[in-house]
Structures are given as C-alpha cells and as structure tokens.
Nanobody
Framework: VQLVESGGGSVQAGGSLRLSCVAS???????MGWFRRLPGQEREGVAA???????DYADSVKGRFTISRDGAKNTMYLQMNSLKNEDTAMYFC??????????????????WGQGTQVTVS
C-alpha cells in the first residue's frame, strides 16, 4: 500500500485547507486516518474514517475538520476550516489493513504517507 498526501501549505488563522491522500496497492476499504506531529512530540490522531464509514475526531478539531473518502478515487480528504495557530504541524495520512477500530492509536496503522506541512499564522 502506498499513500501520497497533498494539499498542505501556509494559511492565515481562520482560513481553510483541504488535505488529500491517495491510496494505491490495496483494493478493500481500509480504516484510514490523519495524524499530526510537531517536532519532538508524539503523533496526535486528528481524524479517522473506518472502512464502513464511521468517523472519529479529536476534541480539538471537532466542528472544524471533516474527514471523508471517495472510494472511486481511492482518496481520503481532510477539510480543515477555521484553522488556528495550534493546528500548525506535519500532517500524515495513515491506513490500516488490520481488523481493528482504535482510530487514534497510531501503531494500529501499518501504512503511512510521507507527510505534508500545514502552517497557520
């Protein structure tokens, strides 16, 4: 499985960005998620979407971020609105082929993208 993120960048506080993650190499729906990490800190689960469509959000992003997927395009999205300075981080797309739903446990995910930087100022 390969995951490729895009859509990061710099934006002013209050602005919006949409991250995309294209998955290849696997045909069945996977549990997928977005994590973020600041230098020297642990990865934080931001949002996740299960193969059956269930979603999960960190409290810090509820009401501002929306996770979705387009099965036909093998793509997952993270729409980020009302961005805050504290959302600044490297964002990673992750996928799990394991039959587990612990959406914000990072080591349940066995595939990771390279990351895309989001900077809010």
């Amino acid at each position: 499985v390969q995951l490729v993120e895009s859509g990061g960048g710099s934006v002013q506080a209050g602005g919006s960005l949409r991250l995309s993650c294209v998955a290849s190499g696997y045909t069945l729906p996977m549990n997928m998620g977005w994590f973020r990490r600041l230098p020297g800190q642990e990865r934080e689960g931001v949002a996740a979407i299960a193969g059956d469509g269930r979603t999960d959000y960190a409290d810090s992003v509820k009401g501002r971020f929306t996770i979705s997927r387009d099965g036909a395009k093998n793509t997952m999205y993270l729409q980020m609105n009302s961005l805050k300075n504290e959302d600044t981080a490297m964002y990673f797309c992750a996928a799990s082929t394991r039959n587990l739903w612990r959406p914000r446990v990072w080591n349940d995910y066995n595939y990771w993208g390279q990351g895309t930087q989001v900077t809010v100022s």
